[in-house]
Structures are given as C-alpha cells and as structure tokens.
T-cell receptor
Framework: GAVVSQHPSWVICKSGTSVKIECRSL??????MFWYRQFPKQSLMLMAT?????????EQGVEKDKFLINHASLTLSTLTVTSAHPEDSSFYIC????????????FGSGTRLTVV | QKEVEQDPGPLSVPEGAIVSLNCTYS??????FMWYRQYSRKGPELLMY????GNKEDGRFTAQVDKSSKYISLFIRDSQPSDSATYLC????????????FGKGNQVVVIP
C-alpha cells in the first residue's frame, strides 16, 4: 500500500517549451503533496507544498510563475515547468502525505528533466 | 547553521560489516525522525521511522534517536551489496503536513 506514481520518469524537451509532471497517489487520498528538486549528489530541496483545492505554498526563491502546481483532486498533483531552460534540468520528485499510515510520507520515483 | 547536518562523505565498507550513519539537528521542535534509502535516479523509500527518543529495530536496520543530544543514527548490520545506496535522514516537527527537513545524504558502497 501507499504507492505514489510519478510520470513521466524522464523527459527531454527543447528550451522555451513547457513540461508537465504528474504525481498520483494510487491507493490513498493525499490532501498534501510536496514537490522537490534534487541536483546530482545533493539532497532534496523542497520547492512547494501543494494542498488539495488551494494554492500551493512555494519555498523562498522558487518562482511560482515558472513552476506551476495544481492539486485538483485528492489523488493528483501536477507540476508544470513553464518556458523551460537548460538550468531547469534536474531530478524532480513528488511526495504525498498519507494520514492513514503512521509515517505519512511516500515518495514518487522521480522525473529526470533534461532541457536542450 | 543548517537545520539538519549529515556528513555526505562516501562510505565504503566490506560486505558483512556494520554501517553506521548519523545526523545532527538544531531544531528542538523536531519529533518525527526518518531514514530514507535512495537508489540512483529513483525516489527515496522509507526505511525507518521513529517518534521522539528511543531505538527501533527492523531486521538488519536499527534507528536511534537521542533528542537530548539532537542526534540520530542508523545502523545496518551484516551489510549486503544491495544496501549500496544513498541514505538520507529526514525529520519534521509535526506529523504529516509540515515539511520534512533532509540531510544531504550519505552514499554507501558495500564491497562484495
């Protein structure tokens, strides 16, 4: 149980285009989802906290107009990287909070984004 | 001072050895402590979860939390090559909706 599916697992896009990443909780409802970014050999950096039905809360330094987050249902949150540039290339990971389990946080398998 | 400190230095051990990892933290409000394992190009997976101070054992893994010293540890006994991964400590002050604070992660290599 407590599976989070993240799609796509990797994507290559051209500079200036937008990319959408989906994060789904498959067997539980997630009122809160988190989006992280990870550079090689670095830890996870929280980008934003996404609450179902309300606007996401972005961490300091994260451009909300560039990284659009939508949490339209209790099982789906999406991150759209708009007008992507090579410096946006990174590993993006989502996490969902599962109130039904005693440890709460389940991570997706990540999305490797390469902007060329 | 960062909220969570974890020495990221790679750690190589021979198969069968005990792996010892640790993190220190500065925020006394942290109550929930977790260890995640992350394989290359994959999302983190939860290994151990501990609430407040104490020890927890699960198979070959033991997690320890000492809130008075703001110090947590993870021990892996009888290490296997399949344990080779990056191990991240994480903690939060409030269950669930509060964000997790992560350490930098320790890359562990178990040599057959």
């Amino acid at each position: 149980g407590a599976v989070v599916s993240q799609h796509p697992s990797w994507v290559i896009c051209k500079s200036g285009t937008s990319v959408k990443i989906e994060c789904r909780s498959l067997d539980f409802q997630a009122t809160t989802m988190f989006w992280y970014r990870q550079f090689p050999k670095q830890s996870l950096m929280l980008m934003a906290t996404s609450n179902e039905g309300s606007k996401a809360t972005y961490e300091q330094g994260v451009e909300k107009d560039k990284f659009l987050i939508n949490h339209a249902s209790l099982t789906l949150s999406t991150l759209t990287v708009t007008s992507a540039h090579p410096e946006d290339s990174s590993f993006y990971i989502c996490s969902a909070h599962n109130r039904g389990r005693n440890y709460g946080y389940t991570f997706g398998s990540g999305t490797r984004l390469t902007v060329v | 001072q960062k909220e969570v400190e974890q020495d990221p230095g790679p750690l190589s051990v021979p198969e069968g050895a005990i792996v010892s990892l640790n993190c220190t933290y500065s925020n006394s409000a942290f109550q929930y402590f977790m260890w995640y394992r992350q394989y290359s190009r994959k999302g983190p997976e939860l290994l151990m979860y501990t609430y407040s101070s104490g020890n927890k054992e699960d198979g070959r893994f033991t997690a320890q939390v000492d809130k008075s010293s703001k110090y947590i540890s993870l021990f892996i006994r009888d290490s296997q090559p399949s344990d080779s991964a990056t191990y991240l400590c994480a903690m939060s002050g409030n269950y669930g909706n509060n964000r997790l604070a992560f350490g930098k992660g320790n890359q562990v290599v178990v040599i057959p």
